[in-house]
């Protein structure tokens, strides 16, 4: 495997697929570790981070600054490595599968409507793992609910301001009060204010040079609009149109009663982080301009309140997460583009990893359990990251000429290093071999 170098290394290679074996969960019987783990955030990452946490005997608390649940964004995936997290907490896959998109192939078509290919998602990747696709908002809900049923308690409203380290621990400072544990899961999204802690500087974020619009909505009006009627009115359909520099994907939800669009587009404006910034439609159409109708009849009919314009932030590979007794996690760790659809399955399996290093570490060894997520993770989150510029230029710089003849090479790449992937197995086979790794280099 190549080195890990702390974010110089470009090339980073990860184990290849193979068999899973979830007998060793059963070889670690659970027992209270008496381990406070403070968690910042209730996105993806925090929520898994403490369901895990309690799966594995610890005592998570959660501090989130929304100060209500609100069902937020529109269309989020989850890959076959998240679904193996999802599928191990009762009840959950019940409650996903009646909200999830549900459809066994990507249509792809050229900017001017003509098609290219139809990729099939093949029965060897439903071994990998199942697949969740579907409103972010529904589905953070279900988390949410499942991790408060498991005894995970949230506070909602509390926004931290600072952060601190202790020699036996680590703090923050949330609402003006102080609140200390054993150690501190950053999990408060890619404007994580925790990183000036990990990092000792500011970290800027920087435009990606691209923005997206889109919009979760109601399909009764596509129904009705020959343009877009075969999109929702044939159950759940998956439909991609790529042309120079903007791709625009459409997702049918829910037998079709549901639509979700994206459009991938340059931008050159300033970072505004917002998810919320409502997007204009001449704005969208202009950009799409000499696009297939069809596209033009979906942005058209979208609910003004519905359009979303939102800039692709992005940031390099942090040259380290972790610092003492805080760790970043998710998007605070590892911001994906969209393109990857890998950035929410990477943030759940920081918590499985997480959850099994700290029981395998114990209380008097936390600092240790950090360290080795860390080295166990940085490297597989690299290639996922990387995966998602690949995704992008391959599709926004398709030579649609040589797609006639080979119309396969714009397929999605479906790699099984990263899909077919158990999170907490191989936490559980490479900690101790990490462990002295670490111990050898001096690092712990
Ligand atoms: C409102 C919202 C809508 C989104 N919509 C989509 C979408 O439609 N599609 C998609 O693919 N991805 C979406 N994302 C991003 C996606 O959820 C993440 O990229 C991914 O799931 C990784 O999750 P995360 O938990 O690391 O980060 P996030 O999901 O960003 O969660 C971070 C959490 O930390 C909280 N937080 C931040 N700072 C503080 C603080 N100082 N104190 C306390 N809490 C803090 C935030 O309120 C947030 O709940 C959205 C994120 C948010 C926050």
């Known amino acids: 495997m190549a080195p890990y170098m702390n974010g110089e290394n470009t090339e980073a290679e990860i184990p290849p697929p193979r068999n899973w074996d979830p007998s060793i969960i059963d070889q670690h019987p659970v027992t209270p570790s008496g381990i406070k783990v403070l968690i910042i955030g209730a996105g993806f990452a925090g929520l898994t981070a403490a369901i895990e946490c309690k799966r594995k005997g610890h005592d998570p608390l959660v501090l989130e600054s929304f100060k209500e649940l609100k069902q937020l964004g529109d269309i989020i995936s989850f890959g076959g490595n998240a679904g193996r997290i999802f599928k191990r907490w009762p009840g959950v896959e019940d409650k996903l599968d009646p909200i999830c998109h549900v459809s066994q192939s990507l249509k792809y078509f050229d900017w001017q409507g003509n098609f290219i290919y139809e990729q099939f998602w093949g029965s060897e990747e439903e071994n990998f793992g199942k697949r969740f696709n579907g409103h972010r908002g529904e589905i953070h809900k279900i988390l949410y609910d499942h991790a408060v049923e498991q005894g995970v308690e949230i506070r909602l409203g509390q ?93 049918s939800i829910k037998d079709g009663k549901e639509f979700s669009w994206v459009c991938t587009h340059k931008d050159e404006a300033d970072v505004e982080e917002s998810w919320s910034a409502q997007g204009d439609h001449e704005d969208a159409c202009k950009i799409l301009e000499g696009w297939t109708p069809a596209v033009h009849a979906i942005v058209r009919m979208t609910p003004p309140e519905k359009l979303v314009d939102w800039k692709l932030v992005y940031r390099d ?41 700290l ?59 990263i899909l077919n992937f158990d999170a907490e197995v191989h936490a559980y086979e490479v900690y101790e071999h990490t462990v002295a790794e670490l111990r050898k280099e001096g690092k712990i």
């Open 159 to 251: 926004k931290v301001t600072e952060y601190f380290e202790l020699e036996d621990g680590a703090g923050v400072i949330s609402n003006g009060e102080k609140i200390v544990a054993d150690v501190i899961l950053a999990a408060d999204g890619v404007r994580s204010k925790a990183r000036k802690i990990v990092l000792g500087f500011e970290d800027k974020p920087k435009s990606s040079g691209y923005a997206v619009y889109r919009a979760w909505m109601d399909s009764a009006e596509l129904a009705k609009n020959p343009l877009t009627a075969d999109l929702v009115t044939k159950g759940d359909t998956h439909t991609g149109w790529l042309g120079p520099d903007i791709h625009f994907l459409a997702a």
């Open 317 to 357: 590979p942090l040259p380290r997460w972790t610092n003492g007794h805080v760790t970043l996690i998710g998007d605070a760790a590892h911001p994906h583009l969209p393109t990857s659809i890998q950035g929410a399955s990477q943030a759940m399996e920081d918590g499985a990893t997480l959850g099994v290093c």
């Open 359 to 417: 029981q395998l570490a114990g209380k008097a060894n936390v600092k240790e359990a950090l360290q080795a997520y860390e080295r166990i993770r940085y490297n597989r989150v690299l290639v996922t990251q990387k995966s998602g510029e690949a995704t992008r230029d391959k599709w926004h710089k398709a030579d649609f000429d040589s797609l006639r003849k080979n119309p396969e090479a714009i397929k999605l790449k479906r790699d099984e290093k």
